[in-house]
């Protein structure tokens, strides 16, 4: 048989299934594996169907599964860096996703030390020994930073390293290529414009990040990033 007649049969044998599944109502199921562009996997990232936020995420392999409508079109990977990136379907069911940014490898280990504390950096957690440039946190559920009046009296109380003018930030070593010297602040994995609406009593923890460890947040990292943990997000 002519590789042009075999290769019109197997077409019309796929639209016929294609036409069949969508008929019967059918899900599909699709696989596939995130990963960024050091090859390493992106964890905890959001699938999407037709731009539609689903409830399905990236493991700690990057790897995804789910089932969808026969007539979905477009299957998507939304990240705080990238936004959400599409692949049509035109029914396949592996997609893999290889996105143009670059996150610092999560490591495993069942050895607990300062190195293994996990710092989270919005769209997941590295271990603090994997973040070359200084790491500032506070654990903010004790007692005592409830009697700050501010977050912002709270970060210029605790946090070394960050200065705090009424409710400016600026985070010391970073050197501005913005027209704001004010860091990116990340809050529940989401960036927000400001703080000012965040009570201490509402924080879990803060942390700052400076340098090549700011540095996974692009451009708008430059100044900085500024990681804020709300009391009972883990439960929403």
Same mark, same amino acid.
């Given at each position: ?12 044998? *796929? ?62 990977? *939304?990240? *705080? ?15 893999? *996703? ?79 290529? $913005? ?22 009593? $509402? ?34």
């Amino acid at each position: 048989m002519k590789p042009r007649i075999l290769l019109l049969l197997l077409t019309a044998i *796929f639209a016929l299934n294609l036409s069949y599944s969508q008929k019967s109502g059918k899900k599909m199921t699709i696989s596939g594996v995130v990963i960024d562009a050091d090859m390493y996997p992106v964890v905890n990232a959001i699938i999407m169907v037709d731009e539609v936020k689903t409830d399905v995420t990236t493991n700690m392999k990057g790897a995804y599964k789910i089932r969808v409508k026969p007539d979905a079109e477009k299957i998507g990977v *939304f990240t *705080f860096l990238t936004g959400n990136v599409e692949e049509s379907i035109n029914g396949r069911t592996r997609i893999n *996703f290889n996105l143009d940014i670059i996150i610092p490898p999560l490591v495993k280990s069942n050895i607990k030390d300062a190195g293994d504390d996990e710092i989270n950096v919005g769209y997941g957690t590295v271990k603090r020994r994997n973040l070359t440039s200084s790491v500032s946190k506070i654990d903010a559920t004790n007692p005592k930073y409830a009697s700050y009046n501010s977050i912002y009296d709270m970060i210029r109380g605790e946090l070394p390293g960050v200065q705090v003018q009424g409710t400016s930030i600026r985070i010391h070593g970073t050197s501005s290529l $913005m027209l704001s010297s004010e860091p990116l602040f990340v809050v529940d994995g989401v960036a927000v414009s400001s703080i000012a609406d965040i009570r201490p009593q $509402m924080v879990r923890s803060i942390e700052v990040l400076k340098g090549s460890s700011a540095s996974i947040y692009g451009a708008r990292g430059a100044n900085g990033v500024i990681l804020i943990n709300l009391i009972g997000a883990k439960n929403q």
